[in-house]
């Protein structure tokens, strides 16, 4: 089956435009993490949703970042008023359900490279 | 708040050489620990994972690592890497109970033919 997808895969965009990233989960996948890889922080937590809510935004930077989940599937990542130090690759993850348990292998999706000028 | 760290940032081995990666958590309780690997221009894609049972933990490829509680280590092998193996690996653990991951910084792996 397919797994997780994003996009675009590449956004160049100037400091002080808003851009959206777009995550795709594996159907039936109930979990939903973002992460942020980039030079020198190396991979950080952004935020987690169980379904439609989210209940761990501990990882978002600041308040230029947001993100929904709309039901129950796909996810969009909104940073406004981008800033150079939000250039990274953003990536997200799905997993049959949330929680620590053996089964809940999170699959990566291939990230979406953001590079503020 | 729980952390990971990898010893080793940058290794470069000759083919059929052996690999081991450092990995050290913070977390004193019950963890659940992974390593990931990013092959050049690929998706992270996960290699082994430990939950609990037998320590020495086989994963796809020819890895292995192994938990080893005392030390709060979880460290990368592999007997004899190969020049496929060339990668970035990523060590991490659970946080809390949403099943988020923490990471280390990530070790870059070059095996020269």
């Known amino acids: 089956g397919a797994g997780v997808s994003q996009s675009p895969s590449n956004k160049v965009t100037e400091k002080g435009k808003d851009v959206e990233l777009r995550c795709d989960p594996i159907?039936?996948?109930?979990?939903l993490y973002w992460y942020r890889q980039s030079l020198g922080q190396g991979l950080e937590f952004l935020i987690y949703?169980?379904?439609?809510?989210?209940?761990?935004k501990s990882g978002l930077p600041s308040d230029r970042f947001s993100a929904e989940r709309t039901g129950g599937s796909v996810s969009t990542l909104t940073i406004q008023r981008t800033q150079q130090e939000d250039s990274a690759v953003y990536l997200c993850?799905?997993?049959?359900?949330?929680?620590?348990?053996?089964?809940?292998?999170?699959?990566f999706g291939p990230g979406t490279r953001l590079t503020v000028l | 708040a729980q952390s990971v760290s990898q010893h080793n940032h940058h290794v470069i081995l000759s083919e059929a050489a052996s690999l081991e990666l450092g990995c050290n958590y913070s977390?004193?309780?019950?963890?659940?620990l992974f390593w990931y690997v990013q092959y050049p221009g690929q998706h992270l894609q996960l290699l082994l994972k430990?939950?609990?049972?037998?320590?020495l933990v086989k994963g796809i490829k020819g890895f292995e690592a192994e938990f080893i509680k005392s030390k709060f280590s979880f460290n990368l092998r592999k007997p004899s890497v190969q020049w496929s193996d060339t990668a970035e690996y990523f060590c991490?653990?659970?946080?809390?109970?949403?099943?988020?991951?923490?990471f280390g910084q990530g070790t870059t792996l070059q095996v020269k033919p």
């Open positions: 991490a653990v659970h946080s809390g109970n949403t099943g988020k991951l923490i």
């Open positions: 159907s039936g996948h109930t979990a």
């Open positions: 993850a799905s997993s049959l359900r949330s929680g620590g348990a053996a089964y809940n292998e999170q699959f």
């Open positions: 949703f169980q379904g439609n809510s989210a209940p761990d």
């Open positions: 977390y004193g309780g019950t963890v659940n």
């Open positions: 430990y939950f609990s049972g037998d320590p």
